[in-house]
């Protein structure tokens, strides 16, 4: 089994900055695929970047240009750098862990941008 844990999500004026953190921890055998994603008002979950087991990465076009996806592999650890942030990213944001045997996600951790 395998629990997924965000964390880092707050409040922050427009134009701030967050670091979103999704941990994984249990029985991880190889190194995983982290995806963030964050919901939409019709509560579907829109992907916003993903960093592969071999270290790639992959952008929407909305995460492009202001968000940043990084890991720390000796942690299982997986990083969004969410800058110069805008009232339309007031979301929750979730982590998915994709590791042998299956697909994992963790519970969220909630953004809010406003003045």
């Known amino acids: 089994q395998v629990q997924v844990v965000e964390s880092g999500g707050g409040w922050v004026q427009p134009g701030g900055s967050l670091r979103l953190s999704c941990a994984a921890s249990?029985?991880?055998?190889?190194?995983?695929?982290f995806t963030w994603y964050r919901q939409t008002l019709e509560n579907e979950r829109d992907v916003l970047a993903l960093?592969?087991?071999?270290?790639?990465?992959n952008y929407a076009d909305s995460a492009k240009g202001r968000f940043t996806i990084s890991r720390d592999n000796a942690k299982n650890t997986v990083y969004l750098h969410l800058n110069n942030l805008r009232p339309e990213d007031t979301s929750l944001y979730y982590c998915?862990?994709?590791?042998?045997?299956?697909?994992?996600w963790g519970q969220g951790t909630q953004v809010t941008v406003s003045s």
């Open positions: 998915n862990v994709d590791v042998w045997p299956g697909s994992y």
């Open positions: 249990g029985n991880i055998a190889s190194s995983p695929a």
């Open positions: 960093s592969r087991s071999d270290g790639s990465t």
